[in-house]
């Protein structure tokens, strides 16, 4: 009997010991919980029933994702294999040894040749290496009522008021006259929603847009160097003009994202509404939104001296360093950049970055926004990818959510503030 | 330490094998060594790194620095604004818990019909979640569609919508939530008072307010101030509901904590501002403990 025992129980240390177990294999990855993610655990079903490794698509809420993300990282656990990070975390993660160094795979796969570069550059590339693969593209765009565009006695009104037709805005202008002229208090209807949230990075998304749409930076992210450049004259005018924007929101408009703002679209509170590409699958749905065949895109218009840009979003696929498992998941990231692979990723509704099929007619046409979508991604720029990034962005949120929201203090005040900060952080 | 100690080997009671001694301290030893770890030595592992730069995201050793967390936090304009922000919420959260708290025990203390009915009901606040409360009053504030603006006949009010006014929605939530447990304290408080007090107040025809003020106050006044040092304690550590209801707006002390040490993850400040909150809440709790002292022995 003891004998019998001692060999069940090395037949199990051996087992478990086995580089290649006999247990089926299975990769985690770890995002945030939204659509895209839906359909990447769609779509990494095929990657099963091609392989036999089972990959399970593991989510938290956004206003988590980055909290949870790094106490497992900062734990060097093992629960998750591959992370679908921000490009923000860039820094944090590469330097504090948290992801596998894909620089190779990129160049021996030819990744760098097959993605569009920008993707590249902002959702894989820190300090000269690649630390991931683009896995969504994303920017931020708006989503209009076009039934409140095209209605005669609307345009006529508008006509009157402001001295040109009532189209999609071609600036900022436009779009302030547009918000105003929509903001009814007393029928219930409001100009625009904003980004306003500051438990993540939603408001310094929804200004860092504007920031680089009036010409503005955030400051030099080769040297750190942020005085004049944060708190220069156009940021300061940018900022004004988000919190001129910001008055025609729907009341109490102190700590929307994504949900608030489509929700403020589907209830048909607003004329337009902000957000991030990735989430107007909702809006051109009929059973999510009631006016689904009445919404159309645009993407951000350009600022007084004609630049035009839009806050990136999206991220990149990352293998984690203390996964078990990253030969596997090597060959997954393999599978995944194939072209047919990135067709069906975008057939599905995620937004790829594979050069190849985001600049074909099919991805085009292939719902009502993506063309708003692939002007978006020629124009995006990003905020600090470096390892200090979450004070940075928490700092801007703290000084910049009472000018917007309340109009305490003054912009230029609110940027000199910032500023301060961001050099103590920054350690300038 | 007379816990470890061990029985007289030539004991009868050592030759029974477990002695008295030895369960008592199977019992307590799990405990206590459950506190070290858990309490006791991330207390000290903490202390030390107040006194380091140190991310721990990063990777990196930390760097000894001595008290220079501990100088820039108090030198930083945005963690005086968070305990200004702290500082205002306990006052304004804590009178009026105490007075609504104190009132409804006044008038809870004397029978009527259906007495622990009400009781049990006034109770359910503070048994629900905090999350849960925070969402729904956030709810109920919605200035687009919220009831309370429609009960009230304001309009579109925004109570979450601005400093001023998210800190005392925020606290009117709390004193919804927590008034239940200082009526508790004071019901209990209440209902220990002699009787014949009153009926001699009564026969000297005392008028109701020498009444309150020269007996109930003075004997209840124990537990109301147990009351307080419990929920002054509790609010100055305000977290879930600030954070549901409004994080911009009402940043107290310990949203700040948290943002620093599990988003920034920067754990040698942290640490600092986790240490100085501690500092803070033993001095107001000490400056209670005296008086309560004084109290009791009046």
Not at chain 1, 308 to 329: C, R
């Amino acid at each position: 009997m003891r004998k019998s025992t001692m060999s069940i129980l090395a037949g199990v240390g051996l087992m478990l010991t086995s580089s290649t177990s006999v247990l089926a294999q299975e990769l985690t990855i770890f995002w945030a919980e939204w659509d895209p993610a839906n359909y990447l655990q769609e779509l990494v079903n095929e990657y099963e029933a091609e392989t036999g490794v089972k990959v399970t698509v593991e989510t938290t809420p956004w206003s988590d994702f980055q909290t949870k993300t790094f106490a497992e990282l900062n734990a060097k656990g093992d629960a998750y294999d591959m992370v679908v990070g921000d490009s923000q975390w860039l820094g944090a993660a590469s330097t504090g040894g948290h992801y596998v160094d894909l620089s190779s795979f990129i160049t021996e796969n030819g990744v760098d040749k097959s993605f569009v570069p920008a993707t590249l550059q902002y959702y894989s590339q820190y300090d000269g290496k690649y630390w991931s693969i683009p896995l969504e593209g994303d920017a931020n765009g708006w989503a209009y009522r076009k039934d409140w565009f095209e209605d005669p006695t609307e345009m006529a009104n508008f006509k009157a008021k402001y001295g040109y037709d009532l189209a999609v805005p071609k600036n900022y202008k436009e779009l302030t006259d547009i918000a105003e002229f929509f903001t009814r208090p007393a029928e219930n209807k409001y100009g625009v929603a904003l980004y306003t949230q500051t438990s993540y990075d939603a408001m310094a998304m929804g200004v860092e847009q504007t920031i680089f749409t009036w010409g503005g930076e955030l400051g030099n992210y080769e040297t750190g160097e942020v005085d004049g450049i944060i708190n220069s004259p156009s940021n300061v005018q940018a900022l004004e003009a988000y919190r001129k924007l910001y008055t025609f929101t729907p009341p109490s408009w102190t700590q929307a994202f994504f949900v608030e703002n489509n929700q403020a679209f589907t209830e048909g509170l607003v004329a337009m509404a902000m957000n991030y590409f990735a989430f107007f699958p909702a809006l051109a749905n009929e059973s999510t939104n009631p006016h689904a065949a009445n919404t159309g895109y645009f993407a951000n218009p350009p600022g007084p001296n004609g630049n035009q840009h839009a806050a990136l979003g999206g991220q990149g696929i990352s293998i984690i360093s203390y996964s078990e498992n990253q030969e596997e998941a090597m060959k997954f990231l393999q599978w995944f950049i194939r072209d047919d692979v990135q067709q069906k990723w975008a057939d599905l509704g995620g937004y790829t970055c594979s050069a190849a099929v985001l600049n074909s007619e099919g991805f085009l046409n292939a719902t009502p926004y993506n063309r708003a979508f692939a002007d978006s991604m020629k124009i995006v720029k990003d905020f600090w990818a470096v390892p200090v990034f979450a004070d940075m962005l928490f700092q801007m949120n703290d000084r910049l959510h009472p000018y917007i929201t309340t109009g305490e203090g003054s912009a230029q005040a609110t940027l000199d503030g910032l500023a301060e900060d961001w050099k103590k952080t920054l350690g300038n | 330490m007379a816990v470890l100690a061990t029985i007289d080997s030539g004991s009868r009671a050592a030759a029974r094998g477990w002695s008295d001694l030895a369960i008592r301290n199977a019992f307590i030893l799990p405990t206590i060594g459950f506190l070290v770890v858990f309490n006791i030595f991330p207390l000290i592992y903490s202390l030390g790194f107040s006194f380091t730069e140190y991310r721990v995201s990063l990777n990196k050793p930390a760097e000894f620095i001595g008290i220079q967390n501990y100088v820039d936090l108090l030198a930083d304009p945005a963690i005086w604004r968070s305990f200004s922000t702290t500082a205002q919420y306990v006052i304004v959260s804590v009178g009026g818990q105490m007075v609504v708290g104190f009132g409804l025990a006044l008038l809870l203390n004397r029978p009527f019909k259906y007495k622990g009915l009400f009781t049990t009901l006034l109770l359910l606040p503070m048994m629900l979640s905090p999350a849960v409360v925070g969402l729904f009053w956030k709810l109920l504030y919605d200035p687009s569609w919220g009831p309370i603006n429609y009960a009230l006949g304001i309009g579109k009010f925004e109570w979450l919508g601005n400093r001023v006014n998210a800190l005392f929605a925020v606290a009117i939530t709390d004193i919804w939530m927590w008034s239940p447990f200082v009526m508790l304290l004071s019901l209990a408080g209440l209902s220990a008072i002699p009787k014949h007090l009153y009926e001699a107040a009564a026969i000297d025809r005392a008028s109701w307010w020498y009444t309150f003020t020269r007996i109930t106050l003075p004997l209840v006044s124990p537990l109301l101030l147990i009351a307080l040092i419990f929920r002054t304690m509790e609010a100055f550590k305000a977290f879930d509901l600030p954070f549901i209801m409004s994080t911009a707006s009402v940043e107290t002390i310990a949203i700040k904590l948290y943002q620093m040490a599990f988003q920034g993850w920067d754990t040698g400040r942290a640490s600092a501002l986790a240490y100085i909150v501690l500092i803070v809440v033993l001095c107001i709790t000490n400056i209670y403990v005296k008086y309560l002292n004084k109290v009791k022995e009046r």
